[in-house]
C-alpha cells in the first residue's frame, strides 16, 4: 500500500523533501510534470515510516501521507 502520495504535477522541484526525509527514500524522477519540473517521487514505499515531515516541508502542498 502506498504511504505518500506526490501530486507530481504541482512540484517545484525544490527538494526540501529529498533532505527532510529520515529514511532517505525520496528522489528526484527521470521524467519533467507539467511545470517543467523533474518532480520528487518516493523510492521505496515499504521503507515509509508516515512521519509526515516531507508533507509538512513542501511548500507547494504536494504531498499526502496515509498511515
Ligand atoms: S512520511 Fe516521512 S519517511 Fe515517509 S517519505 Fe515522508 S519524510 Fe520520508
Ligand atoms: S518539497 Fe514539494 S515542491 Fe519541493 S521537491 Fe518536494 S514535493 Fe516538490
Do not use: W, Y
Not at 35 to 51: H, I, M, N, W, Y
Amino acid at each position: 500500500m502506498k504511504r505518500v502520495v506526490f501530486n507530481e504535477d504541482k512540484c517545484k522541484a525544490c527538494e526540501l523533501c529529498v533532505v527532510t526525509c529520515p529514511r532517505k527514500i525520496i528522489r528526484m524522477a527521470d521524467r519533467i510534470n507539467a511545470l517543467g519540473f523533474r518532480p520528487a517521487e518516493v523510492s521505496d514505499q515499504e521503507k515509509c515510516t508516515s512521519c509526515t515531515l516531507c508533507a509538512r516541508m513542501c511548500p507547494h502542498v504536494v504531498i499526502e501521507v496515509f498511515r
